[in-house]
C-alpha cells in the first residue's frame, strides 16, 4: 500500500480540486481528508456517513460549584486568566489550557480536569470508495494529533477493504497538521499557483519534505495566468531537483464543477481536466516505481 499526500505551501491553489479528480481517476484506494481546520473534500465526494467518532484530546477544567467556597485561589493562579469569580469560580472552557494548576491547588477539591471533547471524525462511503474526514470544533488546537488519529484509522481502512493507496489530501501551510500529514507518505504531490506568495510558500514546503527527505513532485496549476513566473517556479524546482509532473491551465470549467460540486475530470474535454488526466497518468507511473515502504517517525 502506497500514500500519496498532496499539499501547498499556501491556500486557494486548487489543491483538494486535483485531490478530487483523483479520486475520481484512481482505482483501489481509500481518500483521506487531513485538512482538519478546513475540510472540503466532502463537498467534492458527498459521502455518506458510516461511522461516526467523538475526538478527545487534552483536559478542561470545571468547577463542581457544590463544592467551591470561593476562595479565588483559582483565579489568582490561572495564567491564562479563564477563572472569573461570580458565586464560585467559574472557568471559561474556551481559554482554559488544561495545565491543572487550578485543580492541583484548590482547597476543597473542587476543580475537575474533563477530558476534551474537540472534534468527530468519520469513515465514510463515496462513489469512489471509502473515506476518512474529520471536523475540529473552532478554536480547538490539537490539528496535528487529530491527523495523527485518522491517518492510523485510513491505514486500517484501506487494510480492511485490500486498497492499494491512501490518496491524502493535505492542510496547507507547513504546521503541525503538515508535520503531522507526513508521516510514512511515500511521496508528496505540491500544488503551486504562478504568483510572487506561491513561489514563496512551494519553497518552504521544499525545505520542510527535504528535511524529512519525502520524494517530492510538483504541478504547476493556472500556470498561463502568469507565464514567466511559472517558468521561474521550474527554474527553481530544477535547481531543487523536483520533477515538474504537470501544468494545468486556467479554466472556468473548473469553477463550474467546484460549483456543481463535482469532480473536474468528470468533463470530458475541458483542458484543465486532460491535464489532469495527464497528471494522474504521470504520477502513477511513479506510484509504481516506488520502493516498498519504510515505517518513518517524524
Ligand atoms: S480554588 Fe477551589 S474553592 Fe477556591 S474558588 Fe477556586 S474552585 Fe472554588
Ligand atoms: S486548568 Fe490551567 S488554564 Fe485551565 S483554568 Fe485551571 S489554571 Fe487556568
Known amino acids: 500500500m502506497k500514500e500519496i499526500l498532496v499539499l501547498s505551501g499556501k491556500g486557494g491553489t486548487g489543491k483538494t480540486s486535483i485531490v478530487g479528480s483523483f479520486a475520481h481517476l484512481a482505482d483501489s484506494k ?31 477544567a470545571r468547577v463542581e460549584t457544590n463544592k467551591c467556597s470561593a476562595c479565588g485561589m483559582c483565579a489568582e493562579l490561572c495564567q491564562f486568566e ?5 458565586e464560585t469560580a467559574v472557568i471559561s472552557r474556551l481559554s482554559c489550557e488544561g495545565c491543572g494548576v487550578c485543580a492541583h491547588f484548590c482547597p476543597e477539591d473542587a476543580i475537575r480536569l474533563d ?3 474537540c472534534g468527530t471524525w468519520y469513515i465514510s462511503d463515496t462513489a469512489y470508495g471509502p473515506f476518512v474526514h474529520s471536523q475540529l470544533f473552532a478554536g480547538e488546537e490539537n490539528s496535528g494529533k487529530l491527523v495523527s488519529h485518522i491517518k492510523s484509522e485510513a491505514r486500517k481502512v484501506a487494510e480492511q477493504s485490500g486498497a492499494e493507496l491512501i490518496l491524502i489530501d493535505g492542510s496547507p501551510g507547513v504546521g503541525c497538521p503538515v508535520i503531522a500529514s507526513l508521516s510514512n507518505v511515500d511521496m508528496v504531490l505540491v500544488v503551486t499557483e504562478p504568483s510572487q506568495s506561491g513561489k514563496h510558500d512551494l519553497e518552504r514546503i521544499l525545505d520542510l519534505t527535504d528535511h524529512f527527505k519525502i520524494l ?3 504541478c504547476i496549476n493556472k500556470w498561463d495566468l502568469h507565464a514567466e513566473m511559472s517558468d521561474e517556479i521550474e527554474l ?10 504537470g501544468k494545468i491551465p486556467f479554466d472556468s470549467t473548473v469553477i463550474d464543477c467546484q460549483i456543481q460540486g463535482i469532480p473536474v ?12 488526466r495527464d497528471l494522474w497518468k504521470k504520477l502513477q507511473k ?8 519504510k515505517e518513518v517517525s517524524l
Open 30 to 60: 481509500v481518500m483521506l481528508d487531513c485538512d482538519v481546520d478546513a475540510s472540503d473534500l466532502h463537498l467534492l465526494l458527498s459521502p455518506e456517513t458510516i461511522e461516526e467518532h467523538e475526538f478527545r484530546s487534552g483536559v478542561k
Open 82 to 86: 479563564s477563572v472569573t469569580m461570580e
Open 115 to 117: 477530558e476534551n471533547h
Open 216 to 218: 517530492t513532485k510538483l
Open 236 to 245: 527553481l524546482a530544477e535547481r531543487r531537483g523536483v520533477e515538474v509532473l
Open 265 to 276: 475530470t468528470a468533463s470530458e474535454t475541458s483542458p484543465a481536466a486532460c491535464s489532469i
Open 286 to 293: 511513479r506510484i509504481k516505481n516506488l520502493p516498498q515502504q
